[in-house]
């Protein structure tokens, strides 16, 4: 397919601002059909479009070593033919109506989505369930699309020094869980993978049991209820391999990894082991750790944009994200470039960084400050009700990592019950050096003469 | 290889029996699509010469709020750079409040404030909730920093400095890197040649009055575009494109934008780093308003516009050569480009130019077949439904027609054009444009050893 997007942790700037909650937001409705799928509908009446998203739990994080790259490569093949459809006619069809299709794999779940006038809602369901259940994943097709998948991991990866960190950095950052592993997977694994090895990944994991169907657009749950049974309920349920969620070290220990790269402006990724919202023992944890990323980093008044970009012009491009929503632990992280034109040492921003940090857990947030990024937060959340994709991702986010959809709402609410003591509560129990791994991106030293 | 072409000619067979044939029982009684709903655009001018374009859409309670100008970077023509340097100073400083005082005032109503620069435009972007209190807090900075900004002098080396870090971050960027080549070339002698984000030569030399003369110049209310869409009423919205209007100085509206000249074929080798190269091909196109443009935009979508074009069908399920080969049109006012990337392994850039090249010489003579034609006429009615449901779709479209002079009902106009248009009609415009001898491809990559094409899967 073209244009898939992967998001590996921390990557995609969405899985912040899609994280939560949003009170605002009408509920959805829901059902479960007797195979166990389970099918989220969301009305926005705004235009007659519906888009429609197919999230299958599994992802790299299930993922065996040396077999790194499964979960994505199979997304990939399973446009290349079905019982209903020859290899490039789904996107044939849907280009058709006028329609756009697209899918992404995570660490935790698979989407494949599609967007379509939503007079042809069916078009969208009966493609989605020969997608589940109808692959084909013939020899010849595999040969050919691997080379698609190890086309985009030079474009999107190798050849970009900080996506090749980012990708150690999560090795070193996930000692004893499956986050670890890279969505797109390591380029030897992926030279290893087989067409065998794709056609049980697919037995065992693709099954309306593991399944969620999101529609959002202008279509009722009453339809899509219809239309779901007509084309998903003759589709079997099935046992499932066991699969624990990803759990880390109590006390992983400081860990840093080092590349070097002539070209690039030196650069520096940190990340703290956290809970998420599905491992916390403190739900209220996780909204103080949301309102930390924000109050550090969102918007140009934030603390790190203000007092290292510009009162003291030390870093470009800083960036601080949180992901509450998976299932199994997180990262806290912070990455930032030195300001290249007054370019101090890497440690000299690891320094400021650090000290940001600590002044965090010495002393707590104004009032004034945990309110700015509250109302940030909870603004970007009806931002980004904007797009359709971009609430039926949010629906997927929680669906993928098998998530009550209830939590959206107390999210919210947690958010609104943060106060400015949280914050330093969280900064003091979590940023601490046994929990960090530092990633840095340097210039080679000139030899010495 | 040979293997490529049985299953080639079973696409095109499945090609010809179209979608009849198709195993989707939802397809095969499908009623026809219902025509496309026009969009309730409003647009009005303001006393002072601001064109102003509306569209209410209440589901969401927020908004946009956009006001372009006609200085992008083609505007500066005899300092590289002052069009963003300007733009990107309007928030460093205001005759009542401080760079951090309006960064915080923003921040505090939890609106965004965004601006973006092209070779044409410059833009301006507020995104607001629309509830009284921060969308009133949000519009209020938003109209004093377009009205009196007073580019302070000790916040522009602070900026300078952010503009020569992205210059040298772009230059390790082979995608930047072709496009500058591109348009050095295609608009040789046109002030589009000026490199998009300036040179840090020039970008060194300006000072703030440089910078508030340009404002004066090309901010003025006649020169200014506002587009609003979301939860406003048409009050409201009259309201805020009053107080923007007001706020702006006041000038004469900017001159049309030149012709580019006729430019002969070229090929440019740039050296790039990694294993990569970057292949740009480009052609000089049509501007936004042209007749041709309809016949140029299906074309486009056959050619490397859309998933099942022939650019993906050769590069990427053939051969595996490149995960995203795509082309597109770009429009301006007066001039319009056709281009086409790939991004490949520099062994195979050779190889792959000449495969893109050979695609290209078919497609100039032979056009589209009937059932490529057809579909990409099918998929556009689609496109311009689906790309208009989210606020931030329709203020880009709106931006679009409205600093092009475009009817407000350019969807409808471009169908109507689309469903007359006959194949036979389109391969004339097509061989009017794609002209080969006019192509300027440009790859930047390093130097390698050049190996014959890859086929996965073949021989």
């Given at each position: 397919m073209r244009r898939h997007r992967l998001f590996s942790l921390g990557l995609a700037s969405l899985l912040l601002a899609l994280g939560t909650a949003q009170a605002q937001a009408p509920l959805p409705s829901t059902f479960i059909l007797d195979n166990g799928l389970q099918v989220v509908v969301q009305h926005d009446p705004r235009a007659p479009v519906v888009t429609a998203q197919l999230v299958v739990r599994v992802g790299s994080s299930h993922e065996p070593p040396g077999q790194s790259g499964l979960s994505h490569a199979l997304e990939h093949l399973l446009f290349r033919g079905s019982e209903k459809t020859e290899p490039g006619e789904f996107s044939r069809i849907v280009e058709r109506l006028g329609g756009r299709d697209n899918a992404y794999t995570t660490p935790d779940y698979t989407v494949y989505h599609l967007t379509l006038p939503s007079e042809r809602l069916e078009v969208a369901l009966e493609l989605g369930a020969d997608l589940l259940s109808g692959a084909r994943l013939a020899d010849e097709e595999f040969v050919r699309e691997i080379e698609a998948v190890l086309a985009e991991r030079r474009e999107s990866i190798d050849d970009f020094p900080t996506e090749r960190l980012h990708e150690l950095w999560l090795a070193q950052a996930f000692p004893a869980s499956g986050y670890r592993t890279p969505v797109i997977g390591w380029p030897q694994d992926i030279e290893r993978l087989s067409p065998n090895a794709l056609r049980n990944w697919y037995r065992s994991w693709y099954a309306p049991n593991n399944a969620s169907l999101v529609v959002v657009g202008d279509v009722q749950g009453e339809q899509v209820k219809k239309l779901a049974e007509r084309h998903f309920g003759r589709l079997p349920a099935r046992q499932l391999p066991t699969s624990m969620p990803p759990l880390e070290l109590q006390n992983p220990g400081a860990r840093t990894v080092h590349i070097e790269d002539l070209h690039s402006t030196p650069y520096l990724l940190m990340g703290f082991n956290v809970p998420s919202r599905a491992t916390a023992q403190a739900?209220?944890?996780?909204?103080?750790?949301?309102?930390?990323?924000?109050?550090?980093?969102?918007?140009?008044?934030?603390?790190?944009?203000?007092?290292?970009?510009?009162?003291?012009?030390?870093?470009?491009?800083?960036?601080?994200?949180?992901?509450?929503?998976?299932?199994?632990?997180?990262?806290?992280?912070?990455?930032?470039?030195?300001?290249?034109?007054?370019?101090?040492?890497?440690?000299?921003?690891?320094?400021?960084?650090?000290?940001?940090?600590?002044?965090?857990?010495?002393?707590?947030?104004?009032?004034?400050?945990?309110?700015?990024?509250?109302?940030?937060?909870?603004?970007?959340?009806?931002?980004?009700?904007?797009?359709?994709?971009?609430?039926?991702?949010?629906?997927?986010?929680?669906?993928?990592?098998?998530?009550?959809?209830?939590?959206?709402?107390?999210?919210?609410?947690?958010?609104?019950?943060?106060?400015?003591?949280?914050?330093?509560?969280?900064?003091?129990?979590?940023?601490?050096?046994?929990?960090?791994?530092?990633?840095?991106?340097?210039?080679?030293?000139?030899?010495?003469? | 290889m040979n293997r490529c072409f049985p299953l080639l000619a079973f696409a095109l067979l499945t090609l010809i029996s179209g979608a009849s044939a198709s195993a989707l029982t939802s397809l095969q009684a499908a009623p026809p699509l219902s025509p496309l709903p026009p969009l309730p655009i409003q647009a009005w001018q303001t006393a002072q010469g601001a064109r102003v374009l509306f569209m209410p859409s209440r589901h969401l309670p927020m908004f946009d709020l956009q006001v372009t100008f006609a200085a992008g970077s083609g505007r500066n023509t005899s300092a590289f750079g002052l069009a963003g340097l300007t733009l990107s100073m309007l928030d460093e400083g205001t005759r009542s409040h401080a760079a951090e005082q309006i960064a915080e005032a923003f921040d505090a109503s939890a609106a965004r404030f965004d601006k973006t620069l092209d070779r044409e435009r410059a833009t301006l972007t507020l995104r607001s909730l629309s509830r009284q209190a921060p969308r009133e807090a949000a519009v209020a900075q938003f109209v004093e920093l377009l009205g009196e900004p007073t580019f302070p002098p000790d916040r522009l080396a602070l900026v300078q400095d952010q503009f020569f870090n992205r210059l040298q971050a772009l230059a390790t960027s082979d995608k930047y890197r072709a496009s500058e080549q591109l348009y050095h070339h295609l608009y040789a002698g046109h002030p589009f040649a000026a490199p998009l984000h300036g040179t840090v030569e020039h970008l060194a030399g300006l000072d703030v009055a440089d910078l508030s003369d340009f404002y004066q110049r090309h901010f003025s209310a006649s020169n200014a575009l506002i587009v609003l869409v979301g939860d406003l009423s048409d009050a409201q919205a009259r309201q805020i494109a009053e107080r923007v209007s007001n706020a702006l100085p006041q000038g004469p509206a900017q001159s049309a934008m030149a012709l580019p000249t006729r430019q002969d074929a070229e090929i440019y080798q740039l050296d790039g780093l990694g294993n990569q190269a970057h292949l740009l091909f480009g052609l000089p196109a049509v501007a936004a308003d042209d007749p041709d443009l309809p016949a140029l935009t299906v074309a486009n979508l056959i050619l490397g516009g859309n998933v099942s074009s022939r650019l993906i069908e050769q590069v990427r399920n053939r051969h595996g050569l490149s995960y995203d080969p795509y082309s597109e049109l770009t429009s301006h006012s007066t001039s319009g480009l056709w281009t086409l990337q790939a991004n490949v392994e520099a062994r195979y850039q050779q190889a792959t130019m000449e495969l893109i090249h050979n695609l290209l010489e078919t497609f100039a003579n032979e056009g589209p077949t009937e059932q490529e034609f057809d579909d990409a006429r099918q998929y556009l009615r689609g496109t311009l439904l689906l790309n208009a449901v989210s606020n931030e779709d329709i203020a880009r479209h709106l931006r679009d027609i409205g600093f092009n002079h475009l009817p407000l009902d350019q969807r409808g106009h471009l169908l109507e054009a689309v469903q007359k248009l006959t194949l036979d009609q389109l391969k004339v415009v097509l061989k009017k444009h794609l002209v080969l001898d006019r192509l300027v491809q440009v790859g930047v990559g390093p130097t390698v050893a050049q190996e014959p094409l890859p086929s996965p899967g073949g021989e």
């Open positions: 739900p209220q944890d996780v909204a103080a750790l949301r309102l930390t990323a924000a109050l550090l980093a969102s918007g140009r008044s934030a603390r790190l944009p203000l007092r290292l970009e510009r009162e003291q012009p030390l870093l470009q491009q800083i960036d601080v994200r949180y992901a509450a929503i998976a299932r199994g632990d997180a990262l806290f992280s912070l990455s930032a470039h030195i300001n290249a034109s007054q370019p101090a040492p890497l440690a000299t921003l690891e320094h400021a960084l650090r000290a940001q940090l600590q002044q965090l857990k010495d002393t707590p947030p104004t009032v004034a400050e945990v309110e700015r990024a509250r109302n940030r937060l909870l603004a970007d959340e009806v931002f980004a009700r904007d797009a359709l994709e971009g609430q039926a991702g949010d629906l997927a986010e929680y669906l993928g990592s098998a998530l009550p959809l209830a939590w959206r709402a107390d999210a919210e609410t947690e958010l609104h019950a943060v106060t400015a003591q949280q914050v330093q509560h969280v900064a003091q129990t979590y940023f601490t050096r046994e929990r960090l791994t530092t990633a840095y991106l340097t210039t080679p030293e000139p030899p010495h003469e | -």
